[in-house]
């Protein structure tokens, strides 16, 4: 973990109501793995406002990118700053993907704010020789962060194929599915994740699984997976005001050896990632 102020290369629209912020950060991007997060003080802020966490989308060559929403005042904030200035990042942050050695194949089930994490993480899969398959989920067309390639096929039952383009470009399939059948599947990505569960019919040995997103999905793929026998590990989204473990305002709920039977841990530190059989909703 480090403290770094890093200077803003590209800021710009991504479409789907989300901006893309690339920063040079040659200290800190080296270091991060999918899943974890840099906690950024926002330019034109005062002192006293609280740091704002922000998922990983890529971090190569000492840049780090991030892809966010604007949501409110901080982030509002954000989107008006402009290449030249500078931002503060501490990082990184927090518990990323494992990476299991013996599964040759992985799923990345991730709904709206949540796909772009999984799209570091597809991309490091591919280059370690993962065969990796994606189900990208929204409530329509027009609030996926991603880029659909024009020529390409989006099957309307949720089959992955080569038609995202973030995820293309390093040999990676993937599946759309959105609530009101705009693109892809109409419905939901578990059902989607599930249906190409039982047309691969892997062992639980072969495959491993990667969620992020909304809570009601990720409990749906957590279900699946158990019922399955298959690992699977959630990237869990809390309020942090310290990302460091000191404020305790991101507590996640965990199975435990103790006469309770659960407890206590912290997103910021013990996760953002967990595994699915460890978390009580």
Known sequence: MQLETATILEHRDYGAG???????????????????????????????????????????????????KSVGHGTSVLAVAAAGETVSLIGPLGNG??????APVAALVGGGVGIPPLMYLGRHLATVGREVAAFCGARTKGLL?????????????????????????????AALCTDDGSAGLRGFVSTAFERWLDAKNLSPGQLIV????????????????????????????????????????????????????????????????????????
């Open 210 to 281: 990667y969620s992020c997103g909304p809570e009601h999905m990720m409990q749906a793929v957590a279900r699946i997976c158990q019922a399955r026998g298959i690992p699977c590990y959630l990237a869990l989204e809390r309020h942090m005001a310290c990302g460091m473990g000191t404020c305790q305002s991101c507590a996640v709920k965990i199975a435990a050896d103790n006469d309770r039977g659960w407890a206590f841990k912290l997103c910021c530190t013990d996760g953002p990632v967990f595994d699915a059989r460890q978390v009580l909703w």
């Open 18 to 68: 989300y901006r893309l912020l690339r920063l040079a950060a040659p200290q800190i991007a080296p270091q991060v793995r999918p899943g974890q997060f840099v906690h950024v003080r926002i330019p034109r802020l005062e002192a006293s406002v609280l740091r704002r966490p922000f998922s990983v989308f890529k971090a190569e060559n000492g840049e780090l990118t991030l892809l966010y």
């Open 97 to 102: 993907f494992p990476i299991c050695p013996d």
């Open 145 to 173: 962060p991603l880029t659909v390639i024009p020529s390409a096929c989006v099957d309307p039952e949720g089959t992955p194929s080569p038609c995202v383009a973030e995820f293309a470009a390093h040999g990676v399939s």
